[in-house]
């Protein structure tokens, strides 16, 4: 069993938007892209070509329809990966060491070099999170894209996760959430945002900002005085044009 | 800091080189960087300086990785060794697929070039392909806006010069208010999640119009969940409620609209209906400061909107009048349109309340003066904002014209057209109707075209037809069955072929279009008119040519195949004169260029129709001693000049400082790899409203090159041309169209808009098909565009038909059930899922995720092709008979645009099945399948 680090002062993660994500999977995408190409084992594909084709994805968009007791059902677009849990249950359940939180900054990665690919850890989180990746048999998640965060190879302004620099809607938010004064704090707090399933115990860092209220039948008095009729029909109407006229800027013939 | 913690290197390298070019993953054209490694393709990332996309990337564009390295790709020419649709084929060398080409191609030019058809599908150089088709000299020349949305850009032109998308834009920055209209989760893609995030933060409201409930439509804060075919009845009925509580912009409607324009009112007289025109041709008004006429555009004229004259008897009164009397009579009330949209009147009405209350109470004002094209300086921009965006949802209908121009006179009597907060043209548009070219279609043998084939008719005069009256275009493209059909029929051209009628062709030659697939209508019958023999066992459809990248369901069709590159090998411009790029804020254009070189035998399309065009002798593509003119593409790009001073890019001309208007740079293209792939220029301040009655934009747009001389114009509310298309229907004129279409013509081309029930709401029992069935293109695939994706495949690898709650409970359906699936035409079985977000009579499916056994590279277990499916099958090119003796087009009456979304179905629940029926039979893959994993990549 691996220990967790004392919690530290800086919590990176995300901070997600319900109510803008369109569920375009650009996130979901560029996400295996970046992380094909860079930290640790590629992410296959199994049957690439053929039947149905599966291969190992950090990101992934659910879509959940609601019906709320009044009004039209609604879909939301629910994007998940990795939350870098305080309490991470697939660190302390890992046999190897390999699953681990780091102590600056409290992103979770798994050192592929020891890991053995048991599974423990998929099975003991609880947001079905981590994907064993079938081709190499190593435990994939998300990183925080902890290779291009920091990275100096990279201008400033794209030191973020790939998942956030390509979010069209904007829906993607990266930063410190153990700074209350940070970006991503004050977003959480203007929003309400909240953690996904508390009462698991997991102190997830990432959080969600909850769609605004939908459908919302405005009362008729407040709209009514707009449709107010200044005619009845076609003859009414040009009567009234005639002293809408003659009451504009040079409108006295 | 403990010792156990691994080390990772959080600074590794990202990448040997960027190369910055265009994507070509779906129509949206974003700027992409190419991460390189040891020359290959490691990763693709959004250019952040685009004006397209600011950085942003979707899922498509990311894995276009995979469509560069996909199976699919065709590796050399093929000729046919099989019989037509075996997918059997040899490859063989260019030199003779070239001799091929010009052996077929050679002699029609020489005597009957109209025997030639060449349609160039989701074609993004039609400013080139269609000078070739011109040099050629054939009339059959089109690309694939008559089966998408010529509609939507038609009614756009006509009635405002611009539509949405390419054309213009809601004004994302200071909008209130977005109310989008048919808008399934493309067209275009990036832009508009970018503004709707940017609206959401800014605190605007996001209406969602639409029968189905995803995407944009799911992040809206309302959603209007319409009943297909229904979406102008909805807005005219808001136009009743917003002209009769006067929530109109009347200041903006007599200066910048025709509304203020005066019409003639005499029964008998052969002009009724037409503007009142002075000796100048001008319409003409009644200016306020003086009571008397005038010209529209008078120096200093206040137009009335309220005008009336009378002349020689005549009764001459506004367009205006006219408008009341229509949108004023009850017919327009929400009480009486109501069920019909599947909509409450106090919907209709909460919806028109809103929009008066942002367009009214919300002005904005920003202090900018400028002056207008009277010579009238206005101390400010006035702005109502509140915006719309539609898309192929309101236009695929047989309604859908007029539907989309109800929606743009929804928007012009709020006063949102060009001004802050409302729309926003993209330059080179505005660009009104009359500013486009007319048809061409006078064919000399030998010899090239009189001129561009599409354009904008302006009456009977301007038909492609005969003497008698018979199309002169093998897709019967501005002839009486359709005369506005600003796009072609693309998805007529092979139906017509085949039936001879108006007459048979030689070869058909296509590009990037699956004809034999999701891109036509009737699938499985083009299929068999593509393989049809005649008594003497000749193909009908003699030849066909196709190119494409890809081993796509209609390259077995071809008996020659021009394997065409990956976007990311070749040269390619996004150009002004074509479909541009630009944003409200600034003109743009944009290049790609090949970041890699092909690993196999294929060439560039258009550098290919450089080469035929040299070795057919044809007017601008050889020189004065007959040689070929252009080497390749990039060639053309570089050195075609169109007007003086205009070639295909805008940007660094002359020596490299030039910009709109200059000399040929021969180092043009690398200055657009040195600048990121793209050109931009801002629009200057005083320039970026009102750009049609500006008198700023005006010289700055003659300046840019966009047009010739200053042409500033007014939104056409009352479409002339309709009118006398409708005068000739009831007799007037010596262009007649025939006995059959004149009841037709004259009650759909009305010159103000109108809504009428799409047309297979007559020609089918509506209580035997119930259901309207319609498909959507995923944000994350589209459609036959490229290949199948090894990434996207994994999120949309087969399609469910959604069905709504009523339905689904009504024939007890069951998660994993499938379902029969049947039209007035035929019949699929395909598997089902339940939505409730979605209109209780209303069935989708995700458009083109079904695939054909042998195409794709796909292994043939591949569940695209057993739990992936077609509506196509269910829709056919004609409305089944009426018992009028007559088979009608299932197109729009006034564009001809292909009518899917009238589409009326019947449900039923069916035994157990595990494969989706029609099962067409396999076709020899002419490429190798794919590997059975993937482990892609590029760097150590």
Known sequence: MTTLPPPSAKKLGLVIDLDTCVGCHACVVSCKGWNTENYGAPLSDQNAYSAAGQGTFLNRVHSYEVQPDQGAAQLIHFPKSCLHCEDAPCVTVCPTGASYKRQEDGIVLVNEQDCIGCGLCAWACPYGARELDAAECVMKKCTLCVDRIYNENLPEEDRQPACVRTCPAGARHFGDLGDPDSDVSQLVAERGGFDLMPEQGTKPVNKYLPPRPKDVEPEIDILAPYLEPVAQDAKGLMGWLDKALTAMPGGSK | ?940
């Open chain 2, 1 to 940: 800091m403990s010792l156990d913690q691994p080390h990772v290197d959080t600074s590794p390298k990202v990448s040997d080189e960027v190369r910055k070019t265009t994507c070509y993953m779906c129509a949206c054209r974003c700027g992409i960087n190419v991460h390189m490694k040891d020359g290959k393709v490691a990763y693709i990332e959004g250019n952040k300086d685009h004006p397209v996309n600011q950085g942003v990337l979707c899922a498509k564009g990311s894995a276009g990785i995979m469509q560069h390295n996909a199976p699919s790709r065709l590796q050399a020419p093929l000729k046919r060794v099989g019989p037509r649709g075996s997918g059997k084929f040899e490859e063989i060398s260019w030199d003779e697929a070239l001799d091929i080409a010009v052996g077929l191609l050679k002699p029609i030019r020489e005597k009957n070039p109209e025997k030639l058809a060449f349609f160039t599908g989701r074609d993004q150089s039609q400013s080139f392909t269609g000078l070739w088709a011109q040099s050629y000299g054939t009339p059959n020349f089109a690309a694939h806006g008559g089966f998408c949305s010529v509609n939507m850009a038609a009614a756009g032109i006509y009635t405002m010069g611009g539509a949405f998308w390419e054309f213009g834009q809601p004004d994302w920055d200071l909008t209130k208010m977005v109310m989008i209209f048919g808008v399934a989760e493309d067209h275009d893609s990036n832009p508009i999640k970018i503004g709707i995030g940017k609206a959401k933060k800014n605190g605007a409201k996001v209406v969602g119009v639409n029968p189905i409930r995803t995407g944009y439509n799911a992040v809206a804060d309302d959603w209007v969940g319409i009943t297909p075919g229904t979406d102008g009845l909805f807005i005219l009925s808001m136009i009743h409620c917003l002209m009769k509580a006067g929530k109109i912009d009347l200041d903006y409607l007599a200066r910048f609209t025709n509304a203020s324009v005066l019409i003639n009112e005499d029964p008998k007289s052969e002009q009724r209906g037409l503007f009142l025109r002075d000796a100048d041709g001008q319409p003409q008004v009644i200016d306020r400061r003086t009571g008397k006429l005038a010209p529209w555009n008078g120096a200093g004229v206040e137009p009335d909107l309220a005008g009336t004259h009378r002349a020689k008897g005549v009764t001459h009164r506004s367009v205006f009048h006219s408008m009341a009397e229509r949108y004023m009579s009850d017919e327009y009330a929400p009480e009486n349109v109501a069920e019909k949209c599947g909509l409450t009147p106090a919907r209709i009405r909460q919806m028109a309340a809103e929009l008066a209350r942002v367009a009214f109470d919300e002005a904005i004002e920003l202090d900018r003066e400028w002056a207008d094209f009277r010579g009238v300086t206005h101390s400010k921009m006035v702005g109502r904002p509140v915006s719309f965006h539609a898309m192929r949802g309101i236009s695929a209908h047989s309604n859908g014209f007029q539907t989309c121009r109800a929606l743009h006179t929804l928007q012009i009597i709020l006063g949102t057209v060009e001004t802050p907060g409302g729309m926003r043209f993209k330059p080179p548009y505005p660009k009104p109707a009359t500013a486009h070219p007319k048809p061409h279609c006078k064919v000399t043998p030998g010899e090239a075209l009189d001129g561009p084939h599409l354009g904008y008719t302006q009456g009977p005069e301007d038909l492609c037809i005969n003497d008698d009256g018979s199309p002169i275009r093998i897709d019967k493209a501005y002839s009486w069955e359709n005369p506005m059909s600003a796009h072609g029929l693309m998805h007529m051209v092979i139906s017509n072929a085949h039936a001879g009628v108006p007459y048979k062709i030689d070869t058909l030659f296509m590009y990037m279009a699956n004809m034999s697939w999701n891109s036509s209508m009737n699938t499985s019958g083009v299929m068999n008119m593509l393989t049809d023999t005649d008594e003497d066992g000749n193909y009908v459809i003699p030849n066909i040519i196709y190119s494409d990248a890809y081993s796509s369901e209609m390259v077995a069709y071809a008996d020659l195949v021009l394997p065409d590159t990956t976007y990311l090998e070749r040269h390619d411009c996004i150009s002004l004169l074509d479909r541009p790029i630009c944003e409200a804020d600034g003109v743009a254009d944009a290049i790609r260029w090949p970041v890699v070189e092909p690993d196999r035998d294929v060439r560039g399309f258009q550098s290919v129709l450089c080469d035929l065009g040299g070795r057919l002798g044809m007017p601008g593509f050889v020189n004065e001693d007959g040689s070929t003119k252009y080497k390749d593409y990039a060639d053309y790009i570089t050195n075609h000049i169109r007007r003086p001073g205009v070639g295909p890019l805008a940007g660094f001309r002359g020596n490299g400082d030039d910009h709109g208007r200059g000399e040929v740079n021969p180092n043009q293209i690398d200055r657009y790899i040195e600048n990121g792939g793209f050109w931009i220029e801002h629009v200057p301040d005083d320039c970026a409203y009102f750009k049609p009655f500006n008198a700023a934009y005006q010289d700055w747009a003659v300046k840019m090159g966009f047009y010739d001389v200053v042409q500033p114009y007014i939104f056409q509310l009352y479409v002339e041309p309709m009118r006398k298309f409708q005068l000739a229907s009831e007799g007037i004129g010596t262009r007649q169209p025939p006995d059959h279409l004149r009841d037709r013509i004259k009650e759909t081309m009305d010159p103000l808009p109108i809504w009428y029930a799409p047309f297979e709401d007559s020609h089918v029992d509506p209580d035997e098909f119930p259901i309207h069935a319609l498909t959507q293109r995923p944000m994350a695939m589209y459609h036959s565009w490229g290949t199948q994706n090894a990434w996207l495949r994994q999120i949309h690898g087969h399609n469910p038909l959604y069905l709504p709650t009523k339905v689904w409970e009504a024939n007890g359906f069951e998660e994993g059930d499938w379902a029969k699936v049947s039209s007035a035409h035929g019949f699929i079985v395909v598997p089902v899922a339940h939505q409730a977000s979605l209109n209780e009579n209303t069935v989708w499916t995700w458009n083109a995720i079904g695939k054909r056994k042998g195409a794709w590279a796909l292994e043939e277990d591949a569940s695209e092709t057993t739990k992936g499916f077609l509506l196509n099958h269910l829709i056919h090119e004609l409305l089944p008979p009426k018992g009028d003796g007559l088979r009608w087009a299932n197109s729009d009456p006034i564009t001809g645009q292909a009518a899917w979304f009238d589409l009326r179905v019947k449900i039923e629940k069916t035994d157990q099945a595990n494969h989706c029926l029609p099962a067409v039979p396999a076709i020899k893959s002419p490429v190798p399948k794919g590997p059975k994993e993937l482990k892609w990549k590029v760097g150590e």
